[in-house]
């Protein structure tokens, strides 16, 4: 039976009954059943059962499809460097803030000149509301020294900020958050937080080489 991979973990962690664990060497790869992953919304549900289980898993994203036979190819050729970015991550999970900017209504003029020039402004006032929305977030965590990855999509008038936090610490560094979201302005947006996730933003094999990281 075809299986897709859902990521990598050292071979003696245990993992849930409907994952499928193959050992390569110290290494192991997750993978599950085509019928059980077929879709990234089915990976993803077995990568976060593998992780409340309380593996330290290196997931591959949901919206890759990687066969079995590819993830153990994969470890055979670059065991010691996914080894040393598991042991990396071990006991560190992700919690992701999202920031929604209020809805910006676009006007249409009907002459062509008029409507360039309105759509070259509403794009100026998204990437202007967005770099503010930035700030915010940056702000809410100024004082964490966590690792983080940031997004932002002007289009849609969204900042995502992926913070790379303990297991142990999580509760407490979304109640801090919390506390300081109440000190934004109404106008800046409504925030969302949500995880804790495999962490996923910082399980690239390729890292970059600073610690904190802004994309």
């Known amino acids: 039976m075809k299986r897709f991979a859902i990521g990598w973990c050292l071979a003696d962690c245990p993992c849930p009954e409907d994952v499928h664990k193959t050992d390569v060497g110290p290494l192991a790869i997750l993978s599950v059943s085509e019928c059980q992953a077929s ?86 006032e998204a990437e202007e509301t967005v770099q503010k929305m930035q700030r915010a977030v940056l702000r809410l965590i100024s004082n964490s020294g966590l690792p983080l990855r940031i997004l932002h999509n002007p289009k849609r008038g969204t900042v995502q900020c992926h913070l790379l936090v303990q297991r142990t610490e999580a509760a407490r560094i979304r109640a801090g958050i919390a506390a300081e979201a109440q000190t934004l302005p109404a106008e800046t947006g409504l925030l969302q937080v949500t995880g804790l996730w495999p962490p996923y933003a910082f399980s690239q094999l390729q890292e970059p080489q600073a610690d904190r990281a802004v994309a």
């Open 39 to 124: 879709a990234p919304r089915q990976r993803l549900h077995h990568q976060v059962s593998c992780f409340d289980l309380g593996m330290d898993l290196l997931p591959i994203a949901p919206r890759a499809v990687l066969t079995e036979q590819d993830a153990v190819e994969g470890a055979a050729a670059h065991a010691p460097h996914i080894m040393e970015h598991i042991e990396r991550l071990a006991g560190l999970g992700q919690l992701t803030l999202l920031l929604s900017g209020p809805e910006i209504v676009a006007e249409r003029p009907a002459r062509g000149n008029s409507w360039l020039r309105r759509r070259q402004a509403e794009r100026h």
